[in-house]
T-cell receptor
């Protein structure tokens, strides 16, 4: 069964550095999402992306965050100047449609640790 | 506004006991989807079930069963004859059909099944 893949599985970065988290969604999917889970807390929506633009973003998704689909396969989340509180698990998800006919498929996550 | 409440933070049971995880949701949409995900210690999100708001039939899958009651806005999850491998954090989530179908997760219930 096709799956969403995320790399790296664990990223350690110094505070203030830029980090790029990578995701390869399922190939025929059209809608892409990033979620964040701070350790021990719930999974929170960050941003949704469709037709090469952001369709919705949460209040967490401030100016230090950006997303991009640089080619036909990758979907990236960039954090420009990381802070300690950005330490979390970041999940990428994709779905074929937003008609609700298909659930979102989640990757296994990237654990981001900011030192 | 949409919201998912999982009032049980942590539940401990002895193997072979039945356990029910509660989920209460709030939404203004008349059409929406509800989900349960399992998060084992390895951290990935494992999809368990999706239910749309028009389908109030209860569902059973092996030792798992789900009780959806629109009248009380609840979507509870029961594990029958629990096993140690069921130990995980379980998240309930809501996806509204207005907007981008993002998922709103509850805070999760940590289930510990003791041998």
């Amino acid at each position: 069964e096709p799956e969403v893949t995320q790399t790296p599985s664990h990223q350690v970065t110094q505070m203030g550095q830029e980090v790029i988290l990578r995701c390869v969604p399922i190939s025929n999917h059209l809608y892409f999402y990033w979620y964040r889970q701070i350790l021990g807390q719930k999974v929170e929506f960050l941003v949704s992306f469709y037709n090469n633009e952001i369709s919705e973003k949460s209040e967490i998704f401030d100016d230090q965050f950006s997303v991009e689909r640089p080619d036909g396969s990758n979907f990236t989340l960039k954090i420009r100047s990381t802070k300690l509180e950005d330490s979390a698990m970041y999940f990428c998800a994709s779905s074929g449609t937003v008609k609700g006919n298909q659930p979102q498929h989640f990757g296994d996550g990237t654990r981001l640790s900011i030192l | 506004a949409q919201k998912v409440t999982q009032a049980q933070t942590e539940i401990s049971v002895v193997e072979k006991e039945d356990v029910t995880l509660d989920c209460v949701y709030e939404t203004r949409d008349t059409t929406y989807y509800l989900f349960w995900y399992k998060q084992p210690p390895s951290g990935e999100l494992v999809f368990l079930i999706r239910r749309n708001s028009f389908d109030e039939q209860n569902e059973i899958s092996g030792r798992y069963s789900w009780n959806f009651q629109k009248s009380t806005s609840s979507f509870n999850f029961t594990i029958t004859a629990s096993q140690v491998v069921d130990s995980a954090v379980y998240f309930c989530a809501l996806s509204e059909t207005s907007g981008t179908y993002k998922y709103i997760f509850g805070t999760g219930t940590r289930l510990k099944v003791l041998a």
